[in-house]
């Protein structure tokens, strides 16, 4: 074992000294020094990139990154899936993506990151997390912790935000114009302003608390889930690019997809709609309406539909009729083929080929 000296070319002794020696080790085993025993500041001084995270499906044996101060030149760093309670990266100041999902982290401080662009920090305890100095940030994945708020304000640029699963009863996207991708779902968000959002293609803001949802001014929006909030109403004229809608779970009485021609797949279950047209919806491929208020349905010009669950509607005097191009001698495999109770009154289904 050598003793620590000035220059920091000088082998020094692992351990307490300067760098924790599991760390260490993996380093080894990756690649990126020679030998964790006899490993110098300086020999990592100029590395840009390590990759020490667990391997898949398997927890690391990482739980500290002491050390990491030294690696003054690195843009990448990737350390999920470990252990680690805490992490230092104050002297890397030019990270530029940082990757410490899935350890147990109950804080983290980048504000000493500048220039980083992209941050998952997903799958850990944090409680709060202060990105108002990393105006640089383009994606953020901070997923599954126990944030209570979170300021994003002043990432400007940021084009993916995910967010879902945490204890959100807010959230300001206001200042977010080139937000592409926003997942907000199991939160506890009760109001949602999209206006700014321009540039959004993809929004899951599902299981949340939402009264209402505007959507108009998102004409770029693809993907499109808001299942499992309190909907009373939700218009999708504007969303003419939509090809999923999941709504399904909500209060909504009408819908009207006539404009979503490019739609593949609506799962509106569990409403209480008392109608649906889908006749304009001829990409559609997946159909799922069950548990609503209908009385019929007709997907006589749906000839690419190969999913439909239509299940536990009233239908009318026990009788629920489906228009399509087939008849009940040759139902589909994925559609529904059982009948069902409504209020007590068994109901049965019946293909008709339309005309």
């Known amino acids: 074992m050598f003793v620590a000296c000035s220059d920091d070319k000088e082998p020094l002794p692992v351990g307490d000294e300067w760098i924790d020696p599991v760390f260490a080790e993996v380093l080894q085993e990756r690649g990126y020094i020679a030998?964790?025993?006899?490993?110098?500041?300086?020999?990592?001084?100029n590395i840009m990139a390590i990759d020490v995270s667990g391997p898949y499906g398997i927890r690391g044996a990482i739980k500290s990154l002491r050390g990491i101060s030294h690696f003054t030149n690195l843009r990448?760093?990737?350390?999920?899936?470990?252990?680690?309670?805490?992490?230092?990266?104050?002297?890397?100041?030019?990270?530029?993506?940082?990757?410490?999902?899935d350890n147990r982290l109950t804080a983290l401080d980048v504000s000493k990151s500048r220039a980083l662009a992209k941050l998952r920090c997903n799958h850990n305890s944090l409680r709060a997390i202060d990105l108002t100095k990393n105006k640089a940030l383009i994606e953020l994945?901070?997923?599954?912790?126990?944030?209570?708020?979170l300021d994003v304000s002043k990432n400007t640029v940021l084009a993916k935000l995910y967010c879902d699963y945490?204890?959100?009863e807010s959230l300001d996207v206001s200042k977010n114009a080139a937000l592409i991708e926003l997942y907000c779902y199991d939160n506890l968000l009760t109001s949602l302003d999209l206006s700014k959002?321009?540039?959004?293609?993809?929004?899951?803001?599902?299981?949340?608390?939402?009264?209402?949802?505007?959507?108009?001014?998102?004409t770029a929006l693809i993907e499109l889930d808001c299942y499992f909030n309190h909907l009373t109403s939700l218009d999708v004229s504007n969303n003419t690019a939509l090809t999923q809608l999941v709504c399904r779970t909500n209060q909504l009485?009408?819908?009207?997809?006539?404009?979503?021609?490019a739609l593949t797949e609506l799962w509106c279950e569990n409403n209480q709609l008392t109608a649906l047209d889908v006749s304009k919806n001829t990409a559609l491929t997946l159909l799922a309406c069950s548990q609503n208020k209908l009385k019929s349905l007709d997907v006589s010009e749906n000839t690419i539909?190969?999913?439909?669950?239509?299940?536990?509607?009233?239908?009318?005097?026990?009788?629920?009729?489906?228009k399509a191009w087939f008849d009940s001698s040759n139902?589909?495999?994925n559609f529904t083929k059982w009948s069902w109770n409504y209020n007590g009154q068994k109901v049965t289904i019946q293909y008709q080929r339309g005309e």
């Open 35 to 45: 030998d964790a025993k006899t490993v110098t500041p300086h020999e990592v001084a």
């Open 76 to 101: 990448n760093l990737d350390c999920g899936n470990n252990q680690l309670e805490a992490l230092d990266v104050s002297q890397n100041a030019a990270l530029i993506e940082l990757d410490c999902s």
């Open 141 to 149: 994945y901070c997923s599954d912790n126990r944030l209570k708020s």
């Open 166 to 168: 945490n204890l959100l």
């Open 197 to 218: 959002n321009r540039e959004l293609t993809r929004l899951d803001c599902s299981n949340n608390q939402l009264p209402s949802l505007d959507v108009s001014k998102n």
């Open 253 to 261: 009485k009408s819908l009207d997809v006539s404009k979503n021609t």
């Open 305 to 322: 539909l190969t999913y439909l669950i239509c299940s536990y509607n009233p239908g009318y005097n026990g009788l629920f009729v489906v």
């Open 331 to 333: 139902i589909p495999e």
